[in-house]
């Protein structure tokens, strides 16, 4: 296979540092960043994703020393209520949550390549930090069917409060060791040089 053409990006971005992200963002410097990215599970409930989502922040509030960077739900069922408890949580904790509709592809792979974590149900939890080994908690059926990297942390919809607190303790412990299985930055390449090569050849 090729790779992920998306991931080509990586190489070819000029991404942001650390402290230029902390200060285009408005982050900590020195807290753990996470990053939040849930989508609505269409083949749940609103009730059990609303659950979820709950579970998820009330277990974050529970670690010290760390700012969570939340990227608003998609345009499917529930996402406008799930955006709605994001938008009460940041009210209620503007120091602790960060809430952006969308940070760009510039900002969003910067701010995933500085951070400690990221936990929920995008499918870039699934394709993209394996590139630099960003440890990742993949909650729900969402992503079922995907092939899960050794970064990647597998947890059901219906998790308790205490086993996904021990999920983002070993995550936290984690080493952050790369893996291109989705791709290495030169899919692109390969697709040229295999087009010519079919060209060549049936001339």
């Not at 659950?51 to 009330?58: A, E, F, M, Q, T």
């Not at 608003?72 to 529930?78: E, L, R, V």
Request: aromatic fraction near 10%; charged fraction near 20%.
């Amino acid at each position: 296979e090729v790779g992920d053409t998306s991931i080509d990006n990586f190489g070819k971005l000029k991404l942001l540092d650390r402290r230029q992200l902390s200060m285009r963002l408005s982050l900590n410097y020195d807290s753990k960043w996470v990053i939040l990215t849930y989508h609505p599970e269409t083949k749940i409930t609103l009730k059990e994703n609303l659950r979820c989502v709950k579970l998820v922040v009330s277990i974050l509030l529970q670690f010290r020393h760390i700012q969570v960077i939340i990227t608003k739900s998609n345009i499917d069922f529930g996402g406008t209520q799930i955006n709605g408890y994001f938008e009460g949580v940041v009210e209620d904790y503007p120091q602790f949550f960060k809430l952006f509709p969308s940070l760009g592809s510039v900002n969003y792979l910067s701010l995933m390549r500085e951070s400690s974590l990221v936990i929920g149900n995008s499918s870039s939890g699934i394709t993209e930090t394996p590139y630099w080994g960003i440890p990742t908690i993949d909650i729900g059926g969402r992503q079922k069917g995907r092939h899960l990297c050794a970064n990647v942390i597998h947890a059901t919809a219906g998790i308790s409060g205490k086993a996904l607190s021990l999920l983002i303790m070993k995550a936290f412990s984690m080493e952050m060791i790369p893996d291109h299985y989705y791709g290495d930055g030169k899919s692109s390449e390969r697709i040229v040089a295999l087009i010519k090569k079919y060209l060549l050849t049936n001339e």
